[in-house]
């Protein structure tokens, strides 16, 4: 079978996206510059004639190069547990009453800073544009996983 990228492709693209989002902090990932606009899909960005799933290159690795399974992620997340969304939830504890914790992951802390304001634009406080810069950049530099 043909892939689309080699999982060195992957990750380079992966950290170019993402260091771009560290530098540009108010910025969502379809903003990315390097998508082509005149393909772009209610759901998903094209990259060279390509449709990456949900905008992101460790899900378009997993779904091109393992049929879309996120235990197949090409990074390796912190905490990663038996979750099946490594990069949103790490269910890593039970608290004393048995109730289980979950804890978000970078991504999904990353994703989820900022609010809509009247005009429906995205209002960032100070401190939310540095811990999303900080947040981009470690999720840029996570290492692959190991096989």
Not at 20 to 37: A, G, H, I, R, V
Not at 86 to 95: K, Q
Not at 98 to 104: L, S, T
Not at 115 to 129: A, P, Q, W
Request: charge should be negative; aromatic fraction near 16%.
């Amino acid at each position: 079978m043909k892939h689309n990228f080699t999982e060195e492709e992957y990750y380079s693209l992966h950290q170019k996206l993402w260091n771009w989002l560290s530098e540009n902090p108010t910025k969502e990932k379809f903003n990315w510059p390097e998508w082509e606009d005149e393909q772009y899909s209610d759901s998903d960005c094209f990259y060279k004639g390509i449709e990456i799933n949900s905008d992101c290159f460790c899900c378009a690795y997993s779904e091109d190069h393992h049929g879309g399974d996120c235990y197949t992620c090409l990074v390796e997340w912190p905490n990663e547990s038996i979750t099946s969304m490594p990069c949103f939830y790490e269910e890593n504890d039970i608290n004393e009453c048995g109730h289980r914790i979950v804890v978000f992951n970078l991504f999904k802390l990353w994703e989820d800073m900022g609010e809509d304001d009247i005009r429906g634009t995205i209002v960032f406080m100070d401190y939310e544009r540095i811990l999303r810069m900080e947040l981009a950049y470690e999720i840029a530099n996570l290492p692959l996983r190991e096989k």
